[in-house]
């Protein structure tokens, strides 16, 4: 009988038992190591407690087509049937599939890897970004909670309803940092502050794994994405390439990644972008140099979409052959989503050009997190038995809605609040008017996950559940969300099923018209504006962040009316909100807020809760101001609020700095802050400083406020910012209570990475800064020996 290192099927013939055994004692003589065709071979169980071990003793067993499918993430599709799955899954040239989302779909394609020859299971996964079948806030809105327990709530509700469904791993966190709000994935992500973002990502990876090794039946693996730099990108175009300096990187971009990792995150997506002129998914610096020898990260890395494939459009590879090469030799363990090394590697191993152990530490990983999953315990650990699979997936009972309310009333951030406009009354007659006003799949947000758009709360009937019978509430559509048709064929051009965007037929005239005729019966206006999930999506960047022009002409009539109007936003990124802010009553920033997201706004309108949420990014006055973030560079002509700006940092056209600071959100109440008191003027290396500040509620309704606390280096061996947030607390107190919140500094907050990639702490003087923005500060000064 021949027999091919590349062929995953052995012939039963009259010789194969012969062949067996021969094969036996060349492994037993460690000759063999590259295949085995015994059709019984398996993973010894005795090994099970020893990962290690365990491992390794599989491998020795493997075959070298049994390698390359472990490498392999596929989705189920119209090229990939779920037949032709579970058929390639028993073939072993499957490592694990993405978008197959329920246990009852799952179970055959694990049945398919159990009817493999070594039974090595498969592992599932899906974007589980904010929520799974809750939906909770999108990432912009979870930051602006600044509440890591409010955080840790939605990742944990998440991890559990993705674990009910089959599903091992999700693509999240996603810790991007984000400073140029024309980019679309903006939405996904935190903000634009390293140590937020840090915290954040520390908590989700958490909140997602759980502290169990292997991971729980009810958590699943996080994959950290994208790394790296992804929100860098040039123009903040989708897909585009990123430079940047070592300093930047270390200092700002990097932070997240590293926090996800040293929290035990068990993957980490590889990003589509090229860094400095080599692409992430073949960048050996980036995934070898950094993530695995400096940070010590031992999981699995996953590349982006067809990502290896993309390596030729990014003109590095000069073919297919070569990408593969690239890839697997920088460090990309599993390639998603296309057949790059399923179908070049076995000849690039042939001729040399990879090598064997290239391919084992890929493999290797890859059954890491599969142990590390629990799978090789249990392949069916999250699947489960049949008879106890959900009779409806989407049934009600399966959602979480408390918690979900819960943290997305946690998530709002009240921009502007004229002549105390807001609480309203349940009284009198409301106006609802707005294209987002009643739209259920627009609440979702995003990367909604296995969220049922019918099973959101739309403003409109958060609003009739909250005032009942006390008030009347009149809805008016009002406009459409733009009347722009080349960006509403854009927006439904994936959705298959059906489109997300449906225009109102009417002419914009009428629209407005009942929209202005509801608005003169009511005592006040209430329009839901701002941007469809789609237009802050991947792929959806901007080049404008201006309320579409229908909304823009819709706002201006209500306004004419005379009536108090107050403006919900719903929207993924920062928008140009200069007229709002000048003729607006209130506005209420809601981001996109998931499944309860009508009753968490009408709890917020009402005043049920106080709003508390700060801004996670700033809010610039225009597109021309971008990049805008507070932690900027200090510059030797900086522009001064107030002074002539003549031959200082500024655009001459409009006011300087943002329209809204990072940091910033009011309250239905007052907060003042004391000046700052530092424990002592000088601090030790290895010593530490505690900065205090009595914050005190002085108005008449009990509130949270968030006190951040902020540090500037005054003079170091390199340009620093002007400052950085080291530290916050979110204080809930009732009305008129007064508390101190004390902060401890310590070298490791004054650490920076200078010009030669050193971590340090350098000696000199250091301003703190504590206030309930990043703008409105209190300041003390001490000196680092």
Do not use: C
Not at 99 to 104: A, D, I, L, M, P
Not at 147 to 160: G, H, K, Q, W, Y
């Amino acid at each position: 009988m021949k027999y091919s290192a590349t062929s995953s099927v052995v012939a039963r013939t009259p010789h194969h038992q012969r062949f067996t055994a021969l094969a036996s004692v060349l492994l037993i003589a460690g000759l063999l190591t590259s295949f085995a065709p015994d059709a019984q071979a398996q993973a010894n169980p005795a090994l099970l407690k020893d990962k290690a071990a365990f491992v390794n003793d599989l491998m020795k067993q493997m075959t070298l087509d049994e390698k390359i499918g472990q490498l392999r993430l596929v989705s189920i599709g119209p090229e990939m049937p779920a037949k032709k799955l579970a058929d390639e899954i028993a073939a072993g040239r499957v490592g694990g599939t993405f978008n197959s989302v329920t246990r009852k779909d799952n179970r055959p394609l694990q049945d398919g890897a159990m009817r493999s020859r070594l039974k090595i299971p498969i592992f599932f996964a899906y974007d589980v970004i904010h929520g799974h079948r809750t939906t909770f806030p999108i990432g912009l809105g979870l930051a602006s909670a600044w509440d890591l327990d409010a955080v840790a709530t939605a990742m944990r509700t998440s991890a559990n309803e993705a674990a009910a469904d089959g599903l091992d791993m999700t693509f999240a966190p996603m810790v991007d940092i984000s400073r140029d709000p024309r980019w679309g994935r903006t939405s996904e992500g935190f903000g634009e502050d390293p140590y937020l973002v840090s915290r954040i990502a520390e908590v989700s990876v958490r909140a997602l794994q759980g502290e169990q090794k292997p991971i729980a039946a009810d958590r699943v693996m996080a994959s950290v994405k994208h790394f790296a730099l992804y929100g860098a990108v040039e123009g903040g175009r989708d897909y585009n390439v990123v430079n940047m300096d070592p300093m930047r990187m270390y200092n700002d971009y990097l932070p997240p990644y590293r926090a996800a990792v040293d929290a035990g995150a068990g993957a980490v997506m590889v990003a589509l972008n090229s860094i400095n002129g080599t692409p992430a998914t073949s960048n050996t610096w980036l995934l070898q140099d950094l993530l695995r020898k400096d940070w010590g990260f031992k999981g699995l890395t996953v590349s982006d979409h067809g990502a290896i494939t993309e390596l030729v459009n990014h003109g590095v590879a000069h073919d297919e052959t070569e990408a593969a090469q690239l890839a697997i030799k920088a460090g990309t363990d599993m390639s998603m989503a296309d057949q790059v090394y399923l179908g070049q590697l076995p000849g690039l191993l042939k001729s040399g050009k990879v090598a064997q152990q290239d391919l084992d530490n890929a493999v290797r990983e890859i059954l890491d997190a599969k142990y590390d999953m629990g799978l090789f315990h249990d392949p069916y650990l999250r699947i489960g038995r049949a008879d106890g699979d959900p009779a409806e997936v989407n049934a009600e009972s399966r959602l979480h809605r408390a918690a979900a309310r819960q943290v997305a009333a946690q998530s709002m951030v009240l921009l502007e609040n004229r002549n105390a406009t807001l609480p309203l009354k349940k009284a009198g007659s409301i106006a609802l008017v707005g294209p987002l006003a009643d739209s259920h799949i627009d609440m979702l947000g995003s990367w909604s996950g296995a969220g049922v758009d019918k099973q959101t709360i739309t403003l409109k009937q958060g609003l009739q559940d909250a005032v009942g019978d006390k008030a009347k509430l009149v809805y008016a559509r009002g406009a459409n969300i733009t009347d722009d048709k080349h960006i509403v064929d854009y927006l439904n051009f994936m959705n298959w099923d059906a489109p997300e965007v449906v225009q109102d037929k009417r002419s914009p005239q009428a629209m407005i018209a009942e929209a202005v005729r509801a608005a003169r019966k009511a005592d006040v206006v209430v329009a839901a504006v701002g941007e469809s999930r789609g237009m802050s999506h991947e792929s959806s960047s901007r080049t404008q962040l201006t309320l579409p022009d229908s909304q823009v002409a819709l706002l201006k009539a209500l306004k004419a009316t005379g009536k108090p109007l107050v403006l919900v936003l719903m929207n993924g990124r920062p928008l140009d909100l200069n007229w709002a802010r000048e003729n607006a009553s209130a506005i209420l920033e809601t981001w996109y807020t998931g499944t309860e997201g009508g009753h968490a706004i009408a709890d917020i309108l009402f005043g049920d809760v106080n709003p508390s949420g700060k801004l996670p990014i700033t809010f610039p006055r225009s597109v021309g101001q971008i990049p805008s973030y507070y932690n900027h560079a200090r510059l030797g002509r900086p522009f001064t609020e107030g002074k002539p700006g003549n031959y200082t940092s500024q655009y001459y056209e409009e006011p300087n700095g943002p329209l809204y600071p990072f940091g910033y959100g009011l309250s239905y109440t007052g907060f003042s802050l004391s000046g700052v008191t530092l424990s002592q003027s000088t601090m030790k290396a290895d010593g530490k400083v505690e900065a205090s500040v009595t914050v005190k509620n002085t108005g008449q309704r009990d509130g949270a406020t968030v006190v951040q606390l902020y540090i500037r280096d005054v003079a170091a061996s390199v340009v620093r910012p002007v400052k950085e947030l080291k530290d916050f607390r979110k204080v809930m107190l009732k009305a008129g209570e007064q508390q101190e919140v004390r902060f401890v500094i310590d070298a490791k907050a004054l650490k920076f990475y200078n010009a030669r990639l050193e971590h340090v702490a350098e000696p000199g003087e250091f301003q703190v800064q504590v206030g309930l923005d990043s703008k409105d500060v209190k300041a003390a000064s001490f000196t680092l020996e």
